[in-house]
């Protein structure tokens, strides 16, 4: 259902006939650690993510996993590297 409190006409499953089901009643603003994310959208004076209804949780547990300003390096990529290094020596 199209959202009717913050960002209106935004398709949001936290919609219904009775109003915003998520938690407060409407989604909140973004906070410092988000600046400069690509998902991030004005409404009225206000910014938000277009992402999660509440930005702040999503840097509790370490960065936002969604975030477009900041990148990870892995460390996956270089152990990959290496067991096909590892490969190519036992031929
Ligand atoms: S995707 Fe993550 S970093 Fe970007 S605005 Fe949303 S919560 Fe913030």
Avoid at 38 to 58: M, W
Wanted: with cysteine; glycine share 10%; aromatic share 6%.
């Amino acid at each position: 259902m199209q959202c009717a409190t913050v960002k209106s006409g935004v398709e949001c499953s936290f919609m219904a006939k009775s109003g915003c089901g998520f938690l407060g009643g409407a989604c909140r603003t973004i906070p410092d650690k988000c600046e400069g994310c690509d998902r991030i959208k004005n409404y009225g004076e206000q910014k938000y993510c277009i992402a999660f209804p509440d930005p702040t949780v999503r840097w509790r547990i370490g960065n936002c996993s969604l975030a477009t300003h900041i990148k990870v390096e892995s460390k996956s990529d270089a152990a990959k590297v290496r067991v096909g290094q590892q490969k190519q020596k036992k031929k």
